[in-house]
């Protein structure tokens, strides 16, 4: 039987993703088709390969919007602790939009209202990576190993990343924390393979890269540090 904190991680997880579907959710995701993204310049061209309509159409055209809520309310949140932001943000159900931060302080709010989770064993995990000029930061939550939990560590565990638990709503991951880099390179990997493209840094300008881009499979390197 899986373990309280295991427990609490999935649940929250699900209730998270459950609570973004069917909202406006990520301003930093598109599809590449035909070459639609275009990665010189961040800009996004239209390609008649793209059904009006279609799934893509709408990812592509909520993503702008996103970028629009998401501006404005990282306004609002300005001075907030993630969990007063979580809260605050899952109040605005209508035009549910985020990206990895707002995502992660909404799965914090959901982990503590709903899961009984301590303020104290929750935390947004920040990593960041870079490579070939580009830089790439993620946010996810991490829970870490309830007081209550009398399950046993996992066989071959080492310390407490192979208790404490990734719920990470934006990369549609929830698993021990000693397992993400794995899990995180797994579905950049299948994303780039579906064509999803995500918005990583090059100096002061954003760009559109390929998820499995050596500076995106990097940060999730810093995830049990």
């Not at 309280?4 to 999935?10: D, G, K, M, Y």
């Not at 930093?28 to 310049?41: F, T």
């Not at 969990?83 to 707002?102: F, H």
């Not at 007081?147 to 404490?164: E, H, L, M, V």
Request: charged share 20%; glycine share 8%.
């Amino acid at each position: 039987m899986p373990g309280l904190t295991e427990q609490i991680a999935t649940m929250t997880f699900a209730t998270t993703r459950a609570w973004y579907k069917g909202g406006i959710k990520a301003a930093n995701k598109a599809y590449d088709i035909d070459g639609r993204v275009k990665y010189r310049d961040g800009t996004v061209k239209r390609s008649q390969a793209v059904l009006p309509g279609s799934a893509t159409d709408i990812r592509d055209h909520n993503a702008a919007l996103a970028s629009k809520l998401i501006t404005e309310r990282r306004a609002e949140m300005k001075g907030k602790t993630p969990l007063e932001s979580g809260k605050i943000l899952y109040a605005m159900n209508e035009q549910r939009a985020g990206n990895c931060g707002e995502m992660a302080c909404v799965a914090m709010h959901i982990a503590h209202a709903f899961g009984g989770v301590p303020a104290e064993k929750l935390f947004v995990k920040l990593v960041e990576g870079k490579a070939a000029k580009f830089a790439f930061s993620h946010q996810f939550l991490v829970i870490l190993k309830l007081d209550d939990d009398t399950s046993a560590p996992p066989q071959g565990a080492t310390g407490p990343a192979d208790t404490a638990w990734a719920v990470d709503p934006w990369a549609n991951i929830c698993c021990p924390v000693s397992r993400f880099a794995t899990e995180f390179a797994a579905q950049m990997t299948h994303w780039t393979q579906v064509g999803k493209r995500i918005q990583a840094t090059k100096g002061h300008s954003t760009m559109w890269c390929e998820p499995s881009h050596a500076c995106v499979l990097a940060s999730a390197q810093e995830a049990t540090e």
